[in-house]
């Protein structure tokens, strides 16, 4: 999946658990984070420090001031499930 931050705007998005019919299920329990990464600079987003939680959903949210601050165009993300890649893609920042 790829997103677009915008510089210097907040940035927020969910990732939505679904069973195979498409339907909303209830997320797996454990330690869920993202790992934003690029060349030898990386960041990571934990719950209450840059991702929230709700019953089927978890969203991934960076401050106006922190993506003012990103030195790259485009940088990588991994979400990961105890330490399980879940997803992955592209950050591009404008």
Do not use: C
Request: charged share 25%.
């Amino acid at each position: 999946m790829d997103f677009v931050l915008i510089r210097g705007k907040d940035f927020s998005e969910p990732f939505n658990f679904k069973n195979a019919h498409g339907k909303s299920i209830a997320m797996p329990n454990g330690v869920y984070k993202i790992v934003l990464e690029r060349g030898t600079w990386a960041r990571e987003y934990t719950l209450y420090h840059g991702l929230s939680r709700t019953r089927n959903q978890i969203t991934w949210m960076i401050p106006a001031e922190e993506s003012a601050d990103f030195a790259y165009n485009v940088m990588y993300y991994t979400l990961y499930l105890n330490d399980d890649e879940l997803a992955r893609g592209v950050l591009r920042i404008q």
